[in-house]
């Protein structure tokens, strides 16, 4: 079974968890307030393609905050599928920083940008749209 059937199950069964309880849904539901804002700078991608890449022959898990986990046994490196809005990061797991433990679609962490020939860091809304990837949906593969 491929990526994207084994986390399209999942998203039913995340939705149907919050529904029964009222303190996770509202704390999702504001996570989500914040991700809609920002959700069409973001990269589509496909799902398959970067579990492949990221976290291949993975059976994906979801966590204590509702959110789908991709990862092999033993590797450092971790998909992270925001089910109730449709979008993926992929993290580093021996990163310490918990904000900025996020790769981009090569892997790298993607703190600075090179700009007029200069780098300089990325602004925390251009960290976000490097690392945040909405989920192409079945019709769009």
């Not at 149907?16 to 307030?33: H, L, T, V």
């Not at 433990?101 to 749209?129: A, C, F, H, Q, W």
Request: aromatic share 6%.
């Amino acid at each position: 079974m491929d990526a994207k059937t084994k986390y399209t199950k999942l998203v039913e069964d995340v939705k149907n968890e919050i529904a029964k309880d009222k303190a996770k849904f509202d704390r999702i539901k504001e996570r989500n307030r914040h991700q809609e804002k920002y959700k069409e700078l973001w990269e589509k991608v496909n799902i398959d393609e970067v579990v492949e890449k990221f976290a291949p022959n993975s059976e994906p898990v979801i966590n204590e905050s509702g959110k789908i986990i991709f990862r092999t046994p033993g590797s450092h490196i971790q998909v992270v599928c925001e089910a109730t809005i449709g979008s993926l990061r992929i993290q580093d797991l021996n990163i310490k920083s918990q904000r900025k433990s996020y790769l981009d679609l090569e892997g790298k962490r993607p703190l600075n940008i090179v700009e007029n020939g200069k780098m300089r860091g990325r602004t925390d809304k251009e960290y976000e749209v490097a690392t945040h990837f909405r989920i192409k949906k079945l019709n769009e593969l």
